[in-house]
């Protein structure tokens, strides 16, 4: 069975720093490029980045560029988004979802084949 699972998600003043991560299972995580999508209250779904299956590249939004960061450990199936600078605006269900194969941009949601359920993340101004 496939499944994602989001976690790390919490409150955060404004400024500060958050890592949420996605813990994958049921498929070899290394085939996979990864991608993070979000979604805020009363707001369309988001893509906000993707780290790539083949050699590892990574995209991101240009509302996240140069504050995010994306990593995966193949060896821990765990995909990581690292949030820095945060701002009230980047708050959101966060979610991970995952393509077979590469990626090339953040992509659209229909580009992914499995979902994870969510972790919130909040940031306080």
């Known amino acids: 069975e496939v499944q994602l699972v989001e976690s790390g998600g919490g409150l955060v003043q404004a400024g500060g720093s958050l890592r949420v991560s996605c813990a994958v299972s049921?498929?070899?995580?290394?085939?996979?490029?990864i991608g993070w999508f979000r979604q805020a209250p009363g707001k369309d779904l988001e893509g906000v980045s993707c780290?790539?299956?083949?050699?590892?590249?990574?995209y991101y939004a240009d509302s996240v560029k140069g504050r995010f960061t994306i990593s995966r450990d193949n060896a821990k199936n765990t995909v990581y988004l690292q949030m820095n600078s945060l701002k009230p605006e980047d708050a959101a269900v966060y979610r991970c979802?995952?393509?077979?194969?590469?990626?090339?941009?953040?992509?659209?949601?229909?580009?992914?084949?499995?979902w994870g359920q969510g972790t919130q993340v909040i940031v306080s101004s």
């Open positions: 049921g498929f070899t995580l290394a085939e996979y490029s």
């Open positions: 780290i790539s299956s083949s050699d590892g590249s990574t």
């Open positions: 979802a995952a393509q077979r194969g590469t990626c090339q941009t953040v992509g659209a949601p229909w580009e992914y084949d499995y």
